[in-house]
């Protein structure tokens, strides 16, 4: 079983960035394709980024495209959401996910994913 902990939310002002990170444990990190998902109150779990075990491929939710950059450091253990230009619309507690990389599913449903953190939130003032 992996463990996962994210953090680096906070409150920003619109067209601010920020930068979340998840640290990973128990086992490989690298034997794990990773996503990113957001909740924001009264809304569904939505997808926001995913990418694959090595980080040669990655995925976006339309509308984080161009603003949003995942990526991964193996030898650190750590999946990373670098996340510019914020909207209000962006404010949510997101979420890391991890499942094995050997699954063959998609990457842009809850379900595709075994392992889950707690969470960081995020909030963007206007």
């Known amino acids: 079983q992996v463990q996962l902990v994210e953090s680096g939310g906070g409150l920003v002002q619109a067209g601010g960035s920020l930068r979340l990170s998840c640290a990973a444990s128990?086992?490989?990190?690298?034997?794990?394709?990773m996503g990113w998902f957001r909740q924001a109150p009264g809304k569904e779990r939505e997808f926001v980024a995913a990418?694959?075990?090595?980080?040669?491929?990655?995925y976006y939710a339309t509308s984080v495209k161009g603003r949003f950059t995942i990526f991964r450091d193996n030898a650190k253990n750590t999946l990373y959401l670098q996340m510019n230009s914020l909207k209000p619309d962006d404010t949510a507690l997101y979420y890391c996910?991890?499942?094995?990389?050997?699954?063959?599913?998609?990457?842009?449903?809850?379900?595709?994913?075994?392992?889950w953190g707690q969470g960081t939130q995020v909030t963007v003032s206007s």
């Open positions: 128990g086992r490989t990190f690298s034997n794990y394709d």
């Open positions: 996910a991890a499942r094995p990389t050997y699954y063959s599913g998609s990457y842009y449903y809850r379900s595709d994913y075994d392992y």
């Open positions: 990418i694959n075990w090595i980080g040669s491929s990655t």
